[in-house]
């Protein structure tokens, strides 16, 4: 099994940057994807950046392209994603999840999920 760790949340201001960090540790797979998607109360949990592990694609959510940055350290197991230019409406929980095959904006095909990291932007 997988266990993803996520960190670097926190309070900023609008405009501001951000980056959080997500630690996978335990068994993974040579072909799987990472993705961070975040919740804000009363919505859905919607899909912010993926990543291929194995060629580095990524892709992101319209409302963060240009904004958001994901990326990923192999040697560390570990995903980021870079915040910047931060806007109140981006406050929400941030999740880092992890399934096998290639990336996918359903969060219901992940199988795999960290305990979320809070960022909240203040205007």
């Known amino acids: 099994q997988v266990q993803l760790v996520e960190s670097g949340g926190g309070l900023v201001q609008a405009g501001d940057s951000l980056r959080v960090t997500c630690v996978a540790s335990?068994?993974?797979?040579?072909?799987?994807?990472m993705a961070w998607f975040r919740q804000a109360p009363g919505k859905e949990r919607e899909f912010a950046a993926g990543?291929?592990?194995?060629?580095?694609?990524?892709s992101y959510a319209d409302d963060v392209k240009g904004r958001f940055t994901i990326s990923k350290d192999n040697a560390k197991n570990t995903v980021y994603l870079q915040m910047n230019s931060l806007k109140p409406e981006d406050t929400a929980a941030y999740y880092c999840?992890?399934?096998?095959?290639?990336?996918?904006?359903?969060?219901?095909?992940?199988?795999?999920w960290g305990q979320g990291t809070q960022v909240t932007v203040s205007s």
């Open positions: 999840a992890a399934r096998s095959g290639i990336v996918s904006r359903r969060s219901d095909s992940y199988g795999y």
């Open positions: 335990g068994r993974t797979f040579s072909m799987y994807s």
């Open positions: 990543i291929n592990w194995s060629n580095g694609y990524t």
